[in-house]
């Protein structure tokens, strides 16, 4: 088993879905877990799962100022994990307004380009660390049933962390970009269509996504996995989802 004993780790949406089980796993695995989100509650409740050893924090990353609070608040770490996420509830960019495009393009692409540029200094001086963000098949296979500006911030981070990652591997940090497929999460409550028992029957879990970031993290320095992409063994029909977003107005 990975052990990352004497690691600090900030995982950005810990109280559910892949942040919740990513920082447990971790804290399992020796680390010294740190989780944030907007939500106290959620937050919370993982920590609690975790024997009440995560530490806990409260912020909006969308607000670049919330960012470079937490930043200070946290201090340093070795490993942070930009997995906090946001979708549209319209999805066509027919009708997806500038206040949704706005809101996920900060969450999703602003946030995580704070909160890295805050907590970079302490590790490029250390001369070590890894930088996880958390994408979405969207940012490979742009679909209307993801979104427009959910698709379009998604392939932004990518776009992002390539850079980051050409800038900062001279400093020992390591970049790695991750491309889920459909998780069972939170997030899909906000579709056009909210998935069904039978369709979530056939997604991944939280765990899927979880485990080949801390195997990827858990190698030696001397080898970074840049980009893992993962996606369910079963394939569903979307006809229905696609048409429920191209329909969705408000």
């Not at 609690?48 to 919330?66: M, N, Y």
């Not at 994408?135 to 980051?164: N, Q």
Request: overall charge negative; hydrophobic content about 45%.
């Amino acid at each position: 088993m990975a052990t990352f004993q004497g690691k600090r780790a900030l995982v950005t949406g810990g109280g559910s879905g892949i942040g919740s089980c990513l920082a447990l796993d971790l804290a399992e695995a020796g680390a010294e877990v740190v989780i944030c989100g907007r939500r106290q509650g959620p937050l919370d409740e993982t920590a609690q799962r975790a024997g009440g050893g995560i530490e806990v924090h409260t912020a909006d990353l969308a607000d670049p100022d919330e960012a470079f609070r937490l930043a200070e608040a946290v201090g340093p770490v070795d490993i942070l994990v930009n997995n906090a996420g946001f979708s549209s509830t319209v999805r066509s960019s027919r009708y997806v307004g500038p206040e949704e495009w706005r809101a996920v393009m900060d969450v999703n692409t602003l946030g995580p380009a704070m909160l890295t540029r805050a907590l970079l200094p302490p590790m490029i001086e250390k001369g070590a660390g890894d930088v996880v963000t958390v994408s979405s098949m969207a940012a490979i296979s742009p679909s209307i049933m993801a979104g427009a500006p959910y698709s379009a911030a998604k392939a932004a981070v990518r776009a992002w962390m390539d850079v980051l990652a050409a800038e900062v591997r001279r400093h020992g940090i390591r970049c790695i970009t991750v491309f889920p497929g459909e998780v069972d999460t939170p997030i899909l409550d906000r579709r056009a269509l909210p998935p069904d028992a039978a369709a979530r029957a056939t997604m991944m879990m939280p765990e899927d996504i979880s485990t080949p970031i801390v195997m990827a993290l858990a190698l030696p320095r001397r080898a970074t996995v840049s980009e893992i992409a993962i996606v369910a063994s079963e394939a569903r029909d979307l006809t229905e989802d696609v048409r429920a977003a191209m329909e969705k107005t408000g």
